[in-house]
């Protein structure tokens, strides 16, 4: 069987989905869960975009052992300089860098002739070549470029050095057969020169990427870029989860393996979730959160009687245990930190502890605490977000014939705040009386609810993304009292946007 990379992108293409901006700490967290899921190389930001990005693949680069950091960079002595840069402290490094090849792109959005693109790809891979040993080169909008010429500049880059050549569906807009066999013709023309790998990055504009990504890897491409619940530009990327669970679902089809240890699948996907704001369909392949139920009754006949009936893959293979009673009241600090271990959470010290501080407290609410519910407290409790506002009390009074209104107190420091308000349902009015003490006037995009486990008293989990500006951010927030969810989810997303968005002057009027 023959090995195929996983370069997972979320980090950067992941990204670029509208409304997601992580924070150094939090790439760094993902970064640390994409390593324990084994991914062969992090796509770990675009240095020159930002000098948060910048800030973000150092601090990836400098932790980061087993898989290799790539950084993306334009062909432009600047972007390179800046990627090899950001990778100084890595392990392992590439830089990875791009230009566009497709009529339309060139002439448009380049202003520049193939012959000039060709020129300035190969000066990129010689300069790229100065920072680290691996370097990557995409010719971007692949499946939309002229065959000719995309064999003739990538003869021309693996010759100046580029040891992975990508071929990106950059719109989305392949099919299985016509991408598979473009990447065939890539194969022959790289063939002859040792140490090459092709590679795919497909976008799903067409709802096709996985379906190209693993028809290309029939034909010789040996890395596949994507990211985790197929986060991404527009429509988004390859989910990985979806590629390796094909892979090794249907082994005896495509005969190939990856390193990924499977089991991570689902803790990293909740984790993702949960610090890009963007929760998961629930009918998404592999981690939705009805890939694994099963509603009709013959369905569920056939599982009782047979899992194999119904399931191709176990929950189990992606760590997605049968939600168990895991503990209650009386369970200690051992067991707990022992169960949150085999969820694939290593915890120490102060986020240890505050962590099982939420437990012992939702265990005083909640008879049956599952393993999703500790996931939540994890993805809750270990993110470092300063919480310059913290909920103390929230009481609502409604009904179909009196006006909602809400009393909200608010601890900022070792002050406490206090506001009441009126609405047209008693969230409104929670977030009204919220928005008196924070006086951010942020206004609300999107809000949605759900249930993370079984029964009456499961917790629900709240997002909301919220906008001042251009600037958007996204918050989270649970309880077995919805309510509650919902002002622990946007005082969440008032804390994010003082902590990415607010400059220090007007910060400190926050906080101080
Ligand atoms: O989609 C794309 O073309 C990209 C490149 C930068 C690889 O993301
Ligand atoms: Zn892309």
Do not use: W
């Amino acid at each position: 069987m023959e090995k195929i990379f996983i370069l997972d992108t979320t980090l950067r293409d992941g990204e670029q989905t509208p409304g997601v901006a992580l924070s150094a700490d939090e790439k760094l967290k993902i970064a640390k869960a994409l390593e324990k899921l084994r991914v062969d190389a992090i796509e770990a930001g675009f240095p020159a975009s930002s000098s948060g990005d910048f800030d973000a693949v150092k601090l990836v680069a400098g932790e980061i052992e087993y898989s290799t950091v790539v950084a993306l960079a334009r062909t432009v002595p600047d972007d390179i300089e800046k990627a090899g840069q950001a990778l100084e402290r890595a392990k392992k490094a590439r830089i990875h860098t791009f230009i566009a090849t497709s009529p339309v792109h060139m002439q448009y959005k380049l202003k520049k002739t193939s012959d000039e693109v060709l020129k300035i790809a190969v000066e990129a891979i010689k300069l790229a070549m100065e920072y680290t040993d691996e370097v990557e080169f995409s010719p971007e909008d692949a499946s939309r470029s002229e065959i000719p010429f995309l064999l003739e500049i990538i003869h021309a880059v693996v010759e100046a050095g580029a040891r992975v050549i990508n071929i990106p569906d950059t719109v989305g807009y392949s099919t299985p057969d016509e991408f598979a066999s473009l990447v065939e013709k890539v194969k022959d023309c790289v063939s002859c020169m040792d140490n090459v790998r092709v590679s795919v990055h497909c976008h799903n504009d067409l709802g096709m990427a996985v379906a190209n990504s693993l028809a290309a890897a029939k034909k010789g491409a040996r890395q596949i870029e994507c990211t985790v619940n197929g986060i991404g530009e527009r429509a988004g990327n390859a989910a990985l989860e979806e590629i390796v669970m094909a892979i090794k679902t249907r082994e005896d089809f495509f005969n190939y393996y990856t390193e990924i240890n499977t089991k991570q699948i689902y803790p990293v996907s909740r984790l993702v979730s949960h610090l890009t704001g963007i929760p998961v369909q629930p009918n998404k392949a592999i981690v939705g959160k009805n890939a694994f139920r099963h509603q009709a009754g013959i369905h569920q006949d056939g599982i009782l009687k047979k899992t194999t009936t119904y399931e191709i893959i176990t929950p189990s293979s992606i760590g997605l245990e049968q939600s168990e009673l895991v503990m209650g009241k009386l369970s200690g600090r051992h067991a707990f930190k022992d169960r949150l271990s085999t969820l694939g959470f290593t915890l120490e010290g102060e986020e240890l502890e505050n962590c099982f501080d939420a437990f012992k407290k939702l265990s005083e609410k909640k008879k049956e605490v599952f393993d999703e519910d500790l996931i939540l407290i994890v993805e809750e409790h270990t993110v470092r977000i300063p919480q310059v506002f913290i909920l103390d009390y929230i009481h609502t009074v409604t009904g179909n014939k009196i006006l909602p209104t809400a009393t909200v107190r608010i601890r900022k420091g070792d002050k406490l705040y206090q506001e009441a308000a009126c609405g047209d349902g008693p969230i409104d009015a929670a977030y009204k009386a919220i928005d008196r003490i924070c006086k951010l006037e942020l206004s609300l995009l999107d809000y949605s609810i759900q249930a993370v486990t079984r029964g009456k008293d499961a917790l629900g989990e709240v997002t909301v993304k919220v906008k001042r500006g251009d600037n958007l951010v996204s918050g989270r927030g649970s309880s077995t009292d919805i309510i509650e969810a919902s002002a622990k989810a946007y005082i969440n997303a008032i804390n994010r946007f003082l902590y990415r968005y607010v400059k220090e002057k007007e910060y400190e009027s926050y906080t101080g």
